[in-house]
């Protein structure tokens, strides 16, 4: 019943940033956490961000003090400002979902690129 909509991404040059949303619809109290996925060509999907329902917001290493993470409207949206992006940011960007259930939910992703 809940569905997840990223936005956001794009172009961009090294350095510069973007800032993703995700829309959750449905029922926001279903939904216990929620966080940032990305997953570059050729590579393993990786954890960027996630906030748990404790409120507590976990980081990849590779993007501590670049990436913010932050939610709004009753845990149905979700927002990640990139800062100082580098080529390596490069990839499709997901948002997913923990609910209370235990089970998961990914949305499509964005693309987001940084280039010269």
């Known amino acids: 019943q809940v569905s997840l909509v990223e936005s956001g991404g794009g172009l961009v040059q090294p350095g510069g940033s973007l800032k993703l949303s995700c829309v959750a619809s449905?029922?926001?109290?279903?939904?216990?956490?929620m966080g940032w996925y990305r997953q570059a060509p050729g590579k393993e999907r990786e954890m960027v961000a996630f906030k748990s329902s404790g409120g507590g917001i976990m980081y990849a290493d590779s993007v501590k003090g670049r990436f913010i993470l932050s939610r709004a409207n009753a845990k149905s949206t979700l927002y990640l400002q990139m800062n100082s992006l580098q080529p390596e940011d490069t990839a499709v960007y997901y948002c997913?979902?923990?609910?209370?259930?235990?089970?998961?939910?990914w949305g499509r992703g964005t693309q987001v690129t940084v280039s010269s």
């Open positions: 449905g029922d926001p109290f279903s939904i216990a956490a």
């Open positions: 997913a979902a923990d609910f209370t259930d235990n089970t998961g939910l």
